[in-house]
Nanobody, 122 residues
């Protein structure tokens, strides 16, 4: 079984912080890299950040610069995306993904979670 389960989305005011999490299992957990993407209505899926299970190297996309942090706990099979100073333009469905390498393109990832909605008001 391969599974990625996101949680932690919600509806918050501009300027607030929110952390979304993803628990990996099965074949999805066996791949080397985990990533966060977001998909807003009418827009393309956008790369946010990625991290390797071993060593913890990260690849940071434009949305994550200065405001978002990606982290992982290997023992808990969990990856987090900590988001700070949220803005209305951050509103999107946030997805976690698993792949063999850290990449910026969605097509490079083999497994995807169901997504968690993040809505920023004002």
């Amino acid at each position: 079984q391969a599974q990625l389960v996101e949680s932690g989305g919600g509806w918050v005011q501009s300027g607030a912080s929110l952390t979304v999490s993803c628990v990996a299992s099965g074949r999805a957990r066996g791949l080397a890299a985990m990533a966060w993407f977001r998909h807003a209505p009418g827009k393309e899926r956008e790369f946010v950040a990625a991290i390797r299970w071993i060593g913890g190297r990260t690849l940071i996309g434009d949305p994550a610069k200065d405001r978002f942090t990606i982290s992982r706990d290997n023992a808990r099979n969990t990856v987090w995306l900590q988001m700070r100073n949220l803005k209305p333009e951050d509103t999107a469905v946030y997805y976690c993904a698993a792949g063999s390498y850290m990449r910026r393109a969605p097509s490079e990832y083999d497994y995807w979670g169901q997504g968690t909605q993040v809505t920023i008001s004002s």
